[in-house]
């Protein structure tokens, strides 16, 4: 059976929980992260609530192309173009947490070198 209860995103997406939103458009939303793992934590989340990365489909190809575009905008507006890093944690294993898609856009505008050892 599918689950048709609105996930904690598309709650704040709807403005039934608070969040500090930093962007908006017809496709997604950009927050600030409630837990931030560097002093740049942003979360940019599509309004179509795609469980994981790898529940998207071919007709997704559009929505996940411009959440990658919007993470550099943000980016830029952020200051932190120049050194940030962008995570997408797929099922529990990988440390997802919450069943909406969504891209972390990670940067610590003061370090520039935090991210020169890739751990990737
Ligand atoms: P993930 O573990 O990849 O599913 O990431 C979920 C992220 O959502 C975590 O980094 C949480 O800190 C963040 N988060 C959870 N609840 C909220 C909230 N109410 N507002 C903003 N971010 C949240």
Redesign the pocket.
């Known amino acids: 059976m599918v689950d048709t209860t609105p996930t ?2 598309t709650r ?1 997406i709807n403005r039934e ?4 939103i930093l962007y908006e458009d017809d496709q997604c939303i950009v ?7 560097a002093p740049v ?1 942003m ?1 940019v989340i599509p309004r179509q609530p795609i469980p994981r990365l790898a529940d998207a489909s071919q007709a997704d190809r559009s929505v996940l192309g411009h959440l990658m575009w919007v993470a550099g905008e943000v980016a830029r507006q952020a200051g932190v173009d120049e050194a940030f890093r962008l ?3 797929n099922g529990a294993g ?6 909406h898609l ?1 891209l ?1 856009v990670l940067a610590d505008p003061s370090d520039k070198t935090i991210f020169s050892e890739s751990t990737m």
């Open positions: 904690l995103f704040i929980i608070p969040a500090e927050i600030n992260d409630i837990a931030p793992q934590h979360l995570v997408v944690n990988a440390g997802q947490t919450v069943f969504h972390h």
